[in-house]
C-alpha cells in the first residue's frame, strides 16, 4: 500500500471522528448552559479550548456567545470548526475513493452538502439539538457502512488506528477541561458537581453505560476512572488504545509503534485517579496527551513519511 494512501485514509478516520465527537460536544454543552447559572464562568470558550481554538479573536458583550458559535460551527477559516472537519473529512475520502466503497463516498458527500446548508442555522439554540444529532446519526451511520463493505485489510486498519487515536484525545481533552473548571473556582462548582460530571459523561455519549459500571451518584473519580480505564465501553481512553494495538498486530513494521503504545497502556493501568488531586489530575493529562502525540508522530514516521 503506498505511504501517501494509507496517510489519507488515517486522516479520513481522524477528521470523521473528529467531526463527530465536536457536533456532540457543541450540543452537549449547549444544554449544560441551560442547566446552570450564568455567572459560574462555564461558557462556549471551553468548548473552543477542547476543539483546538485558541487563536481567534471574539467580540465581548452580547455578540460574543453568537461569534463563537459561528467560528465553532461554520466558519471555514477557521481549521477546527465543524464544517471544516467535515471539509477535510471529504477531502481526504475524494483523494482515496479507488480503495473506499462507493456507497461510503456517497453518504461523505451528501454529510458534506447537509452540513454545508444546515450548520448556519444551528448558530441559534431553537435548531441546534436537531440538526448537530443529524450530524452525529450521519457519520454513525457511515462508519457502520464502512464496517460492513470495506475489505478490512490494511486501509481499513489505517482508518480504524487513526479513528481510535482522535476518540481518545478528544477524551483526554474532555477531561482536561473537565477538570480545569473545577481547578478554577472549585467552591462555586462544588455545588453543580453532578451537572458538570453528567455533562462530561454525556459529551462522549458514556452517560448511560457509565450507570452500568457504577451503580450509585456520579462522582469524580468514578467517571475519570471510567473515561480512562474501562476496556469495554468504546469511547474510554484504554478501549481505544486496545483498538489501535489489535490493528497494529496486523501492520506490517509496526514494532516501533506498538513500543510506543505499550508504554502508554502501562501508564494507563497503573493510573489511581482516587490518589490524585485535580492539579496532579491536570498534569497527568496533559503528560497524556503529550504521549498520544508522540504516539501519533511515530505511526506518521513509520509510514507516511518518504523514505530517506
Not at 6 to 32: C, F, K, N, P, T
Amino acid at each position: 500500500m503506498l505511504s501517501r494512501v494509507a496517510e489519507r485514509v488515517y486522516w479520513a478516520g481522524r477528521y470523521l471522528e473528529r467531526a463527530e465527537d465536536s457536533a456532540r460536544l457543541i450540543d452537549v454543552h449547549g444544554q449544560l448552559l441551560l442547566d446552570l447559572p450564568p455567572n459560574l464562568g462555564v461558557s462556549w470558550p471551553q468548548v473552543m479550548t477542547i476543539m483546538g481554538i485558541t487563536d481567534k479573536p471574539v467580540r465581548g458583550g452580547r455578540a460574543a456567545e453568537r461569534d463563537m458559535l459561528k467560528l465553532l460551527l461554520t466558519d471555514e477559516s477557521c481549521a477546527s470548526s465543524l464544517l471544516a472537519t467535515i471539509a477535510m473529512a471529504r477531502e481526504n475520502f475524494r483523494t482515496t475513493r479507488d480503495i473506499v466503497p462507493t456507497e461510503a463516498w456517497q453518504g461523505i458527500n451528501e454529510l458534506h452538502i447537509f452540513a454545508r446548508a444546515q450548520l448556519r442555522w444551528a448558530v441559534s439554540k431553537r435548531r441546534r439539538h436537531d440538526i448537530l444529532s443529524d450530524i452525529v446519526a450521519r457519520i454513525q451511520q457511515l462508519r457502520g457502512l464502512l464496517a460492513d463493505t470495506m475489505s478490512h485489510g490494511p486501509a481499513y486498519h489505517f482508518l480504524r488506528i487513526g479513528t481510535h487515536l482522535e476518540r481518545a484525545d478528544m477524551c483526554s481533552r474532555i477531561i482536561d477541561v473537565a477538570v480545569a473548571s473545577l481547578l478554577h473556582d472549585p467552591e462555586r462548582l462544588q455545588r453543580y458537581d453532578n451537572t458538570l460530571w453528567m455533562s462530561t459523561l454525556k459529551s462522549v455519549s458514556g452517560y448511560q453505560m457509565y450507570r452500568q459500571y457504577v451503580r450509585r451518584r456520579i462522582r469524580g473519580a468514578d467517571v475519570l476512572t471510567f473515561l480512562f480505564q474501562d476496556p469495554d465501553f468504546p469511547r474510554a481512553i484504554r478501549h481505544c488504545l486496545g483498538e489501535i494495538e489489535t490493528c497494529l498486530k496486523k501492520l506490517p513494521n509496526s514494532g516501533a509503534v506498538r513500543a510506543e503504545l505499550e508504554s502508554l497502556l502501562q501508564q494507563l493501568i497503573d493510573l489511581d485517579v482516587r490518589k490524585l488531586d485535580n492539579a496532579a489530575l491536570h498534569r497527568v493529562v496533559d503528560q497524556f496527551q503529550v504521549a498520544l502525540a508522540a504516539l501519533n508522530q511515530q505511526v506518521t514516521d513509520t509510514w507516511f513519511s518518504p523514505a530517506d
